[in-house]
């Protein structure tokens, strides 16, 4: 029993000199989970991921976005 990536959808970050990317993996008991990760180093230092949860027709749903850090 594993988890397995379902999908990576990867988005240009601030820069424009890397990525950021929504990961979904699932696992044998029908599990799920969803993250985001920032590739670029650049933007690693300058901003953070901010994760929106809730529901749609009682299945959840995550969504991310790429926003600065506050000084």
């Not at 820069?15 to 180093?41: F, H, L």
């Not at 300058?46 to 994760?51: F, P, Q």
Request: proline share 4%; charged share 35%; net charge negative.
């Amino acid at each position: 029993m594993s988890w397995e990536e379902d999908s990576r959808r990867k988005h240009p970050c601030a820069c424009g000199k890397g990525t950021w990317d929504e990961v979904t993996r699932s696992d044998d008991w029908n599990r799920s989970e969803s993250y985001a990760e920032i590739n670029c180093e650049v933007c690693k230092r300058t901003h953070r991921i901010e994760a929106t949860h809730g529901h749609d027709e009682g299945m959840p749903t995550s969504s991310y976005r790429l926003v600065p850090i506050s000084k």
